[in-house]
């Protein structure tokens, strides 16, 4: 009778119940922000953290525990605060915030070693940036995966002769065992700066009174060890569970490519057909995650690529040339060339169009954006040059390149005087596969010029694409700076060279970059990616993708990111027609007779706004602009520990935040707790003694008549 | 503030209304299911009177500094007027369910109103104490402690003070108001509502919304038990 009764709820009555509760439900979510936590903690939210990294044989990046670390804030200003820090402070362990001039290897070093005091670290971004240079990265960058090895080139393998990149300390490749965030915001560093004057500084020197300012940094990490250990869990992981927790992704993303002519890509090229490979790389990295904004390292050269392809399409003769030109943009070069490798590996294996025996020269961009007195050098390999054919080819490169800087005065072509290794490069990465002529032309003749390489402050401003105050956004996109010309000069050295080695001659000197094209690049790569060209070249449901800072170039896990997606847009809407098909036949162009899905990608683009600015006119591009995977080889032969192909991955995580707090003293903590127990033990006594006294106590009144109740 | 800091506050907080539940409901089961009843009536009152706020705060719309904080008092009035409503309500139930006992178990000597007045008033107060109280405990249980914004540090300890005065003097409340009801002394009604009154206008935030919205998650399991529990009894 009970559960009969219990369960003959009218059912209108509960279904209209349970919408009560679901509102409920979500009200009671949307309170969880409750005023007491915003009480306490103030919420950092301008931050990027350092995560985990992972290659074959070691882990690089840093790790926090799993509820977070805390530690009191110390504000290190000068190398003396760090005292305090390592040895003085009475309150460990610290969260020390670090200028971002101090972020050097000797800081980092002392703090490694005194890792019990130390419970994170917050490094504040340095206006302006460093002088003297700061590279997290190594100074001889993709080391070993390159041509030069022990056994091949060793007088010019592990930079024995100089180091590329002379700043590189190699930060980003250290493990630690705290967590390190970047205060990306200089509000946000003020608020923690002023928490940290109210409450933590003392004077003379003695122990400063509670609460203390102190700050709480999570980022905890899923995979440790290896690539080996952590694809080897996800491999048992999926293997063995329905919902199987991965703890470890291989990093990768898309090459973007395109040919000057039209190919028919379900099938390779014939060997007689040549192609003159155009390559350059996508991406950069820094210290902290996602934060990647690479403009000498990356940026300004595919910038440049890009308006050398938009040029060189625009050549009358270009259905008639002999040879093709394919350009190419690698993405995960930064991380032992996982582009280029897996380029490579698919021309050998022949899922790719083009094959290696296909490819006739190789022009690679190098970093070009920081020339010395307009010179632009040419590096070639010296060993594959012993050999006599290879010799004479890349002679006769060298000296088309000549040839074709010769009417543009803004360049200055030189060539290495000694034999020299080749920079880091995705030439190098053919050579290993087969002796092509190449070359790889950048700024420097022997170590960088980018004092930032691969760092937080490889941004517009290291390579002088600044603006005059008081412009509004339009008005800078069409800003031709000087930057955006010197680099249009190399742009159009890089397409008449690449027309005379396909083998036109008569329309060379015509053939001229647009310094328009390349400024807008800049500012939509660097300065703002949200802007009126960007906007028009994207299709409709990327429009999402542009933010109001510049784009970052981090390869990340899931593809494809971002700037690849701009990339390939940007390509296509230079190298590409506009066509008059229906929104239907451009995203099915098998239908149209005229059209051809194998030898060109059909995308539907945004468009720009008309006249009103209220609605965009979108339209059909055709290119040949297409997206190529990028995930290197190891992970396809499972070879999980190869030291022939990249085996970097990047760990996963659930929570990453950071927040500060006030914390109170242990004493006043345990206070609270004996105060406690001191009330539940006399409640407890006090209750049992009046109740076994009641009856005595509370007196019932025994006169007739009153209600006894 | 930690876990020292989560359990000295819950002990402040509820050490006495344990020490009561333990030694004097704990041993009859009648009277840990008016102890229910009590505590579910209560969470009833305070739905209704957040509806209410939540009605008005809907109706007058408009959000400037003012009228938040008139609107603030104007809750708090109505919900201490509604949760002495409920009382009165709870009293005539028991009235009338005390009858019904009688007949169910005429061998067994009923509770006699005084003694549900005590356990209506201790359902009342721990009910009230849990709800205003458990999402500041939750929050002690984090590193942090009350202050980066200026706030006085004793917060947490303050708060656990205050639910322990509030359940306490709900007992008070519950007997005195009671007796007034047997007795027929209606002053003696106005004197728990004006004391009532007087507590609660002491600066102590109710937030209505979210409590409306937990009250109704728990309500639902909760209004269930207490009614099956007395149908098992029958």
Request: hydrophobic share 25%; no cysteine.
């Given at each position: 009778m009970a559960t009969a009764g219990g369960g003959s709820v009218a059912d209108p009555g509960s279904r209209s119940l349970l919408r009560l509760l679901s509102f409920c439900v979500l009200l009671a979510g949307l309170c969880e922000g409750n005023s007491v936590e915003r009480k306490i903690y103030i919420p950092l939210n301008k931050t990027a953290p350092c995560v985990r990294l992972l290659n074959a044989t070691h882990q690089i990046g840093c790790q926090s525990s799993i509820s977070g670390d805390t530690g009191v804030i110390h504000v290190v200003e000068k190398k003396e605060d760090l005292q305090w820090v390592l040895t003085d402070g009475p309150n460990p362990p610290y969260v020390v915030l670090l200028e971002g001039t101090l972020f050097t290897r000797d800081v980092m070093e002392k703090l490694k070693g005194r890792s019990g005091r130390i419970a994170g670290l917050a490094v504040s971004l340095a206006k302006p940036s460093p002088a003297s240079g700061f590279s997290p990265s190594v100074q001889c960058p993709n080391d070993g995966f390159g041509i030069y090895s022990d056994s091949y080139g060793s007088q010019f393998a592990h930079c024995k002769a100089f180091q590329w990149n002379k700043v590189g300390d190699g930060l980003a490749y250290e493990d630690f065992s705290f967590p390190i965030f970047l205060l990306e915001d200089e509000n946000e560093t003020n608020v923690i700066k002023q928490c940290y004057r109210d409450h933590n500084l003392s004077p003379n020197g003695s122990a400063p009174a509670f609460p203390l300012c102190a700050m709480q940094l999570f980022s905890h990490m899923h995979a440790v060890v290896s690539t080996v250990t952590c694809m080897r869990r996800n491999l048992i992981q999926s293997s063995f569970t329905i919902s199987p927790e991965v703890v470890c992704d291989p990093l990768s993303d898309f090459n973007v490519w395109s040919m000057l002519k039209p190919i028919n890509t379900s099938r390779t090229l014939e060997p007689d057909d040549r192609v003159v490979v155009a390559a350059t790389r996508l991406d950069s990295r820094s210290f902290f995650w996602n934060v990647a904004p690479g403009a000498e390292s990356a940026v300004a050269s595919f910038i440049t690529q890009l308006a050398a392809a938009e040029a060189l399409q625009k050549a009358p003769d270009v259905a008639t040339l002999p040879r093709n030109v394919m350009f190419v943009f690698f993405q995960g070069e930064t991380f032992d060339y996982i582009g280029s490798s897996r380029m490579v590996y698919d021309m050998e294996k022949g899922s790719f169009p083009v094959q290696l025996e296909n490819i006739d020269s190789f022009v690679e961009l190098g970093q070009v954006a920081l020339r010395n007195s307009l010179e632009l050098w040419m590096h070639t390999d010296p060993m594959s040059q012993k050999n006599e054919t290879v010799l004479n080819q890349v002679e006769a490169l060298l000296s088309t390149l000549e040839q074709s800087s010769a009417?543009?005065?803004?360049v200055v072509l030189r060539r290495l005087n000694q034999s020299q290794p080749l920079p880091p490069s995705s030439l190098q990465r053919f050579l290993r596969a087969r002796n092509v002529s190449g070359v790889v032309l950048a700024d420097h003749s022997d170590s960088f010029h980018n004092l930032y390489y691969q760092s937080i402050y490889d941004t517009a401003e290291s390579i002088n694409v600044t603006y005059p105050a008081g412009q509004s956004p339009e008005e800078d996109l069409n800003f031709v700076t000087d930057t955006a010309k010197a680099l249009a000069g190399v742009a159009t050295v890089l397409a008449r060279t690449l027309y005379q080695l396909a083998g036109g001659a008569s329309f060379r000197d015509t053939i001229q970059a647009d310094p328009h094209t390349v400024t807008r690049l800049l500012y939509g790569f660097l300065v703002r990616a949200n802007n009126s060209w960007f906007q028009s070249i994207l299709r409709p449901d990327l429009r999402s993708y542009l933010g109001d800072g510049p784009l970052q170039h981090y390869i990340a896990v899931s593809s494809p990111t971002n700037a690849t997606y701009v990339v390939q847009y940007a390509l296509a809407n230079l190298t590409g027609k506009v066509l008059d098909l229906t929104r239907e036949q451009c995203q099915n162009p098998s239908q149209v007779p005229t059209e051809n899905k194998d030898l060109y990608e059909y995308t539907w683009v945004q468009g720009p706004l008309n006249a009103n600015e209220t609605d965009r006119l979108p339209r059909c591009v055709r290119s040949t602009a297409r997206l190529a995977r990028a995930l290197s080889p190891a992970f396809e032969l499972e070879q999980w520990g190869s030291t022939e192909y990249s085996t970097w991955t990047e760990s996963r995580w659930k929570d990453i935040r950071a927040r500060i707090f006030l914390i109170a003293s242990k004493e006043l903590e345990f206070i609270t707790l004996i105060v406690g127990f001191g009330i539940l033990v006399f409640s407890l006594i006090v209750t049992y003694c009046i109740n076994a006294k009641a009856d005595v106590l509370f007196i019932t009144p025994r006169e007739p008549g009153s209600v006894s109740y | 503030m930690t876990a020292a800091v989560f359990f000295g506050c819950a002990f402040i907080a509820f050490g006495p209304a344990l020490a009561l539940y333990i030694f004097t409901i704990v041993t009859e089961p009648l009277r840990i299911i008016f102890l229910i009843i009590g505590a579910f009536f209560w969470l009833v009152s305070l739905l209704f009177s957040s509806l209410i706020w939540f009605t008005t705060a809907t109706l007058i719309g408009n959000k400037d500094e003012p009228r938040e904080k008139y609107l603030l008092i104007f809750g708090v009035l109505i919900s201490v007027l509604v949760q002495e409503m409920f009382r009165f309500a709870y009293y005539k139930l028991l009235k009338r369910a005390s009858e019904g006992l009688k007949i169910i178990n005429p061998y067994e000597k009923a509770p006699s109103m005084r003694l549900l007045a005590y356990v209506s008033g201790l359902g009342f107060g721990i009910m009230s104490g849990v709800f205003s109280f458990v999402n500041t405990l939750s929050d002690s249980l984090g590193p942090g402690t009350v202050?980066?914004?200026?706030?006085?540090?004793?917060f947490f300890l303050n708060s656990a003070f205050m639910t322990l005065v509030i359940t306490l003097l709900h007992v008070f409340w519950g007997i005195v108001f009671f007796d007034g009801c047997e007795k027929k002394k209606w002053y003696t009604l106005l004197v728990v509502l004006l004391s009532h009154l007087l507590v609660s206008a002491l600066p102590r935030l109710v937030f209505l919304v979210c409590i409306t919205a937990k009250l109704v998650m728990f309500l639902v399991p909760s209004g269930f038990c207490p009614t099956t529990l007395l149908r098992l009894h029958v």
């Open positions: 009417a543009v005065p803004t | 202050g980066i914004h200026g706030d006085p540090p004793q």
